[in-house]
């Protein structure tokens, strides 16, 4: 929804000024679908060179995630909580019984409580890879949690290529943008018989170009991509949550103070008080019973 508000405010304040001003939208219409096609037409084929196929299909979910948000919600945060406070549990009794949610997630009973959890490959595989790292090298407190710190960094790294492809597409507008209107310069010259109300239209459909080159990257593109980095940084929070939860077992915390470290690292507008996880703890253990 802010996307849209803002696209549509940056638009209308754009030419709705330049028209109150006096200007006229016809030379621009008419100018527009050439200045797009070289403009558009070369940014995307210098997306499509200068990008591995998988960033390419990526970039697709980042822009859909620009007007969707981040994909986890608040109640996400407290399933989440609520879903490392079983296992860490069961982790704690018996490190044996819970190698069986670990290796067969999508069979456990844990998970299942959790449905979109589950059906995420990276929460599931980070949670059962780390768990099962802790269980191969218990006393090794240091090794799991730099192992853990890693992991999430490559999933970082990977989670932002789509927003560090749409700004270098952002960056690269305004000078195609130039180029653009060098061409239009070069089809004026080549009418400079042509007369002054001629010439005059001729170069501002030159100017066309500059214009959208700069108009696109400040206005859309670049925007975009700041949010695409934006979304995918809280998302990643999500997963951070897992670090501070284990990494607080590991310390040998008690399961409701791992969770309440974790709780209080998840961003603050998607952050569950500390009565809702209570609830909804209670809430699994009467389920569970």
């Not at 952002?170 to 195609?176: E, R």
């Not at 975009?224 to 590991?250: G, M, P, T």
């Amino acid at each position: 929804m802010n996307a849209l508000l803002g696209l549509f405010i940056t638009v209308v304040m754009v030419f709705g000024g330049y028209m109150l001003a006096g200007g006229k939208l016809g030379i621009i219409l008419h100018s527009l679908p050439y200045e797009m096609m070289m403009i558009g037409g070369a940014a995307m084929g210098a997306f499509i060179a200068g990008n591995s196929f998988s960033t390419i299909k990526h970039v697709g979910s980042d822009i859909m995630a620009v007007f969707k948000g981040p994909k986890w919600k608040k109640n996400d945060y407290r399933d989440l909580l609520c879903l490392m406070h079983d296992l860490v549990n069961v982790l704690r009794q018996s490190p044996v019984d819970v190698e069986a949610h670990i290796e067969a997630p999508q069979e456990s009973a844990i998970f299942r409580k959790y449905p979109k959890i589950q059906k995420d490959h990276y929460v599931v595989e980070l949670i059962c890879d780390t768990i099962r790292s802790m269980i191969m090298n218990f006393d090794n407190v240091y090794q799991v949690e730099e192992l853990l710190e890693k992991q999430l960094e490559t999933m970082e790294e990977e989670a932002l290529h789509g927003a560090h492809a749409l700004q270098n597409m952002a960056d690269a507008l305004p000078a195609l943008g130039i180029v653009a209107a060098v061409l239009g310069v070069i089809k004026t010259m080549a009418s400079i018989d042509k007369p002054p109300e001629v010439l005059g239209q001729m170069i501002g459909g030159a100017l066309v170009g500059t214009f959208l080159g700069v108009f696109l990257a400040y206005g859309i593109v670049g925007p975009f991509a700041a949010y695409v980095k934006h979304v995918r940084e809280e998302e990643h929070s999500f997963y951070s949550l897992i670090r501070e939860v284990l990494v607080a077992s590991l310390h040998q915390h008690p399961a409701n103070i791992c969770i309440e470290v974790a709780r209080r690292n998840a961003p603050k507008r998607v952050r569950p008080s500390f009565v809702e996880i209570d609830e909804a703890l209670k809430e699994s253990k009467k389920a569970a019973a």
